[in-house]
């Protein structure tokens, strides 16, 4: 079974601190991405990332940066946190190839800023 | 402009009550479609991934159909295990890697 970890459930933080989630995956997956998910939202990707330290901006990247030195590991970063970053954070991975192919996603950590 | 839209927001099933749920979608050139379950506070679960319509694939109770405009989610005899958000995704038509997600379905089957 494809196994991606988040390492935290919860994180309470304040306002102006510098923020770590971390993403870990054991499938030897090609690419990595970074959701929130906010309620009547939906998903929205914030980065992804198809090789080791390769990037790429989704949707609603501003606030965040992200770091990948090992294939199996993702991070994301927020520089400066916000109450408007209080969300639910998901970390996902999926194989490359030819297709397109499903994501399997991680637990998700419950980010709360102050 | 890529869109994922499902329907209807929330559902409320009786125990053993079948019905459908409805993932509409405009992409251009569709290369998948993703179905997933969600639980209360938990990461998305993966179930069905569709690549051609007609297509069909079942687990259990579920089973996920496939035409050029839309997916059905079809849930048979439902029980309270059942209950869950689920979601189908898309990949977006200018990305190779990125999906849209619609914003769910909040079933609930009641004994």
């Known amino acids: 079974d494809v196994k991606v970890t988040q390492s935290s459930r919860y994180l309470v933080k304040r306002t102006g601190e510098k923020v770590f989630l971390e993403c870990v995956q054991d499938?030897?997956?090609?690419?990595m991405f970074w959701y929130r998910q906010d309620p009547g939202l939906g998903l929205r990707l914030i980065y992804f990332?198809?090789?080791?330290?390769?990037?790429e901006k989704g949707d609603i990247p501003e606030g965040y940066s992200v770091s990948r030195e090992k294939k199996e590991r993702f991070s994301l970063i927020l520089e400066s946190a916000s109450t408007n970053q209080t969300s639910m954070y998901l970390c996902?991975?999926?194989?490359?190839?030819?297709?397109?192919?499903?994501?399997?996603f991680g637990p998700g950590t419950r980010l709360t800023v102050t | 402009e890529d869109q994922v839209t499902q329907s209807p927001e929330a559902l409320r099933l009786q125990e053993g009550e079948s019905s459908s749920l409805n993932c509409s979608y405009t992409?251009?050139?569709?290369?998948?479609l993703f179905w997933y379950r969600q639980d209360p506070g938990k990461g998305p679960e993966f179930l069905f991934t569709?690549?051609?319509a007609g297509e069909e694939k079942e687990k259990e109770r579920l089973k996920a159909t496939l035409t050029k405009k839309e997916s059905f989610l079809h849930i048979t005899a439902p029980k309270p295990e059942d209950s869950a958000t689920y979601l189908c995704?898309?990949?977006?038509?200018?990305?190779?890697?990125?999906?849209?997600f619609g914003k769910g379905t909040s079933l609930l089957v009641t004994p």
């Open positions: 996902a991975s999926s194989p490359a190839g030819g297709f397109f192919y499903e994501q399997y």
């Open positions: 499938m030897d997956h090609e690419n």
């Open positions: 990332s198809y090789d080791v330290k390769m990037k």
């Open positions: 992409v251009s050139g569709l290369r998948g």
């Open positions: 569709l690549y051609s």
């Open positions: 995704a898309v990949p977006q038509s200018n990305s190779g890697y990125a999906l849209n």
